[in-house]
C-alpha cells in the first residue's frame, strides 16, 4: 500500500509512467520487422546490374594522368577481362556499366581506347554493355545548354556507330533537382538520335524523405514518372541517406522499393545496392549502408509490393568495392541456387 501511494505521489507519478512508456517504444522498435533475410532466390531475376570502373575502357592518357600505367596490362589483358566476365555472370549479372565519365564542360565524353572496347565486348558476348557517362552538374555536364546537349548527344551516339555491340548508354548526371526540364530534354533528344533498339538506362534518384527532404537529391514521383517514359531503365541510387539506424535504413529501402516500382511504369528498375565503405563522411555510414542491410529492405519491399513486371533485379555499387566476403553475402542471401 505504501509503494502504491509513494507511486502515485511526485515525482514518481510521472517518472514511473515515463518510464514505461520509454521501455514499450524500446520494445516496438526492436521487434519491428523492417527487413527480411531471404535465401531462396525468390528476387533474383539473373538479370542485376553492376557499374564498373573507368580503366576497363580508359585510353593509354587517362593511365599516365593518373599514375597507374604500370596497372594498364591488368585490364587490358584478355585473360584479366574474361575472369571478370566470369565473376559476373556467376552471381547473375547481365547490365554493366563501364565508367566514362565525366564529359568536358562542351560535352564531349572522356577519350577511350577503340581496341580495348572491342576486347572487351568480345568477353562480355551474353551482357548488355552500357557506358556510364554524364559527370557533375553545372561543371561538365550542363543539361539546360542545348550546345552542350547536342555535343553530349554526338559524342554518344558516335560511341555506339563506332561499336555497335553496346547496348545502349546509361546517363549519370549529379545533383539533378527534381523537375529539372533540361534533364527531360536531354532524354528526349537522345531518343531522337539513338540506333533503333539502343537503350537509355538512367541513374536515377529515389523519393524524398523525411532524414532528407530535399529535391536536389529525390525526385518527386511525378518527376519521376516524366524520367521513366523516356528510357528503358532505372537503376535507383538507394544510397547515401546519412542514417546512423540499420532498421530505420531497412524500412526506408522497403518503402523506396515499393515506391519505385509503383512509379516507374513499364521502365524497368534495378534497385542500387551500397558495397562502398566511405567512413568520416555524413552521407553515408557503412555500418548501416551495406549490402546485407539494403537486401534486407529490398527483400521486405519486395514481399510487401503487388506483383510487378518492371522489376529486374538489383544493381551493386561497385565493382571495384567488392571482395570476396561480400560477393559470398550477395550469393548466400539473394540469388538463385
Not at 538506362?201 to 514518372?225: E, L
Not at 541510387?237 to 522499393?257: A, E
Request: glycine share 6%; net charge neutral; proline share 6%.
Amino acid at each position: 500500500m505504501k509503494l502504491i501511494q509513494k507511486i502515485k505521489s511526485p515525482p514518481w507519478r510521472t517518472i514511473v509512467p515515463g518510464c514505461a512508456l520509454l521501455l514499450a517504444i524500446v520494445a516496438v522498435y526492436l521487434l519491428w520487422p523492417t527487413g527480411l533475410d531471404i535465401q531462396d532466390g525468390r528476387d533474383d531475376r539473373n538479370t542485376n546490374g553492376i557499374w564498373i570502373g573507368h580503366q576497363w575502357f580508359a585510353a593509354d592518357s587517362w593511365f599516365q594522368k593518373y599514375g597507374e600505367s604500370s596497372r594498364m596490362h591488368a585490364y587490358r589483358d584478355p585473360h584479366e577481362i574474361q575472369n571478370l566476365a566470369a565473376l559476373l555472370k556467376s552471381n547473375h549479372i547481365t547490365d554493366v556499366f563501364p565508367h566514362l565519365c565525366p564529359a568536358d564542360p562542351f560535352g564531349k565524353l572522356p577519350e577511350s581506347d577503340p581496341q580495348q572496347i572491342e576486347r572487351f565486348l568480345n568477353a562480355f558476348e551474353g551482357f548488355r554493355v552500357m557506358p556510364w557517362v554524364g559527370g557533375p552538374n553545372g561543371v561538365q555536364a550542363r543539361v539546360d545548354d542545348a550546345k552542350w546537349r547536342s555535343k553530349f548527344i554526338s559524342s554518344i551516339t558516335n560511341l555506339i556507330k563506332e561499336h555497335s555491340r553496346l547496348a545502349g548508354v546509361h546517363i549519370n548526371i549529379e545533383p539533378m533537382t527534381s523537375g529539372d526540364p533540361g534533364f527531360l530534354r536531354l532524354e528526349e533528344e537522345l531518343r531522337a538520335a539513338l540506333p533503333k533498339g539502343k537503350i537509355i538506362s538512367i541513374a536515377a534518384y529515389p523519393p524524398p524523405t523525411f532524414f532528407q527532404p530535399g529535391d536536389d537529391i529525390h525526385w518527386t514521383q511525378k518527376y519521376f514518372r516524366q524520367v521513366a517514359r523516356h528510357s528503358e531503365q532505372m537503376v535507383v541510387m538507394m544510397y547515401d541517406t546519412g542514417l546512423h539506424r540499420r532498421k530505420l535504413y531497412q524500412y526506408l529501402m522497403s518503402q523506396w522499393t515499393q515506391e519505385v516500382l509503383a512509379w516507374s511504369e513499364d521502365c524497368k528498375i534495378l534497385l542500387g545496392l551500397p558495397a562502398y565503405e566511405d567512413r568520416g563522411v555524413d552521407y553515408h555510414d557503412p555500418d548501416v549502408e551495406n549490402l546485407k542491410n539494403a537486401l534486407m529492405g529490398i527483400q521486405k519491399g519486395l514481399a510487401d509490393s503487388s506483383s510487378s513486371t518492371n522489376y529486374q533485379g538489383v544493381a551493386i555499387y561497385s565493382e571495384w568495392e567488392m571482395n570476396e566476403g561480400k560477393w559470398r553475402y550477395f550469393e548466400n542471401h539473394f540469388l538463385k541456387k
